[in-house]
Structure formats: structure tokens, C-alpha cells
T-cell receptor, first 108, second 116 residues
Framework: GDSVTQMEGPVTLSEEAFLTINCTYT??????LFWYVQYPGEGLQLLLK?????DKGSNKGFEATYRKETTSFHLEKGSVQVSDSAVYFC???????FGAGTTVTVRA | GAVVSQHPSRVICKSGTSVKIECRSL??????MFWYRQFPKQSLMLMAT?????????EQGVEKDKFLINHASLTLSTLTVTSAHPEDSSFYIC????????????FGSGTQLSVL
């Protein structure tokens, strides 16, 4: 069945470092792909999405490109800030269970 | 703007009691709502999908008599954990989708249930 594999954390970085969180999926079709973020003490919120192959989602300096050939949707940010410390979730479709997320901690 | 409001955020109850968790869509109509459960440091597991006015569809392994889901209106879905036991202690989160919000999924802030 459809599933997603997300890089396990935790990930600890220094401010201004480059961040990559890998996400690959298996699906019978071509689902929309999402990254959600959960900041400390808050609920999940949509970070970015892509609805078809080669689409690039972007928000708050984060980017992810829907790559059909590698079935991937890796999340990247060129220069992280302390405020980016959060748990990040990747999933391909709202009907599915998804992983525990990747905890990212950015140190000043 | 459109948000999903989930209450309560935290509840502690005695074993054998029932607990109701509410999930409301604000400023949009939620045609579909989802309920998830998360154990510490583990996955968010989809429990059930509910469409307004119809019975919820439960995922395999989820006891429908244990976790009662009602989606009586386009703005409200409830999850009732009946005769709760300590093993039901978990983080429960709802989400809602609607074409009114460009089909993206909006999440509630979650409910931490602790059964003593």
C-alpha cells in the first residue's frame, strides 16, 4: 500500500546551517505531497505542498520538489534559524497514517 | 481565517469513565474529518475518517465501540473514548478538509488524554 519513509531524527543544527530532511514515498498513483510542521506547544500546520511532478512547494524559506523519478519530496532550507526548531512531518495523502516526524533543534 | 479548534487540550480521567473530545471547524465547512492517535515518539496513526452525516470509517484494528465518532454537522466532529483505560492514554488529534480551503488539511492542536 501507499506509504512514506521519512528521515528519523532528532536533528541538531547550528543557526545558519543548511537543513535537509529526506522523504520518500510509495504510491500507486501520483498523490499530492505535503510537509507539515509542529512548533513546540502548537498544533500541526501546513508548511508547503506540491500537487504534481516537478512542482516545487515553498514557504518560510523552506523548499521541497516533487520528484517522480526518485519518488521523493525532500525538505530543504538554506539557512535555518532558532525559530525553525520544530517537528516536521511528510506525508503523501491525508487518508494515510504518517510517521513520527523529524525533530529539528536549531542552536544559536 | 479557517482553523480547526480542538478541545480539551488536556484531560485526566479515572479508569472506566468516558471522555469526549471535540473538533470544530471555524470559518469553513469540514466535509471530512480525520482522527489520529499518537503514542510518545511514535507515528501519528489514522484511527478513522468521518464524513458529515454518515458513519465513520475505522481503520483496521481500531475498536469502533471503544472510540465513538460523531460528525453530526459540517463544523463539528466528536471522538468519545468509552470506558477509558490506562492503555488509552495518548495524544489524539483531529484534522479536517474542505474544498473551501483549497483542499488542504487543517489540524487541531491535539488532546493529551491521561487515564489513571
Amino acid at each position: 500500500g501507499d506509504s512514506v519513509t521519512q528521515m528519523e531524527g532528532p536533528v541538531t543544527l547550528s543557526e545558519e546551517a543548511f537543513l535537509t530532511i529526506n522523504c520518500t514515498y510509495t504510491a500507486t498513483g501520483y498523490p499530492s505531497l505535503f510537509w507539515y510542521v509542529q512548533y513546540p506547544g502548537e498544533g500541526l500546520q501546513l508548511l508547503l505542498k506540491a500537487t504534481k511532478a516537478d512542482d516545487k512547494g515553498s514557504n518560510k524559506g523552506f523548499e521541497a520538489t516533487y520528484r517522480k523519478e526518485t519518488t521523493s519530496f525532500h525538505l530543504e532550507k538554506g539557512s535555518v534559524q532558532v525559530s525553525d526548531s520544530a517537528v516536521y512531518f511528510c506525508f503523501p495523502d491525508y487518508k494515510l497514517s504518517f510517521g513520527a516526524g523529524t525533530t529539528v533543534t536549531v542552536r544559536a | 481565517g479557517a482553523v480547526v479548534s480542538q478541545h480539551p487540550s488536556r484531560v485526566i480521567c479515572k479508569s472506566g469513565t468516558s471522555v469526549k473530545i471535540e473538533c470544530r471547524s471555524l470559518d469553513f465547512q469540514a466535509t471530512t474529518m480525520f482522527w489520529y492517535r499518537q503514542f510518545p515518539k511514535q507515528s501519528l496513526m489514522l484511527m478513522a475518517t468521518s464524513n458529515e452525516g454518515s458513519k465513520a470509517t475505522y481503520e483496521q484494528g481500531v475498536e469502533k465501540d471503544k472510540f465513538l465518532i460523531n460528525h453530526a454537522s459540517l463544523t463539528l466532529s466528536t471522538l468519545t473514548v468509552t470506558s477509558a483505560h490506562p492503555e488509552d492514554s495518548s495524544f489524539y488529534i483531529c484534522s479536517a478538509s474542505s474544498r473551501d480551503v483549497n483542499e488542504k488539511l487543517l489540524f487541531g492542536s491535539g488532546t493529551q488524554l491521561s487515564v489513571l
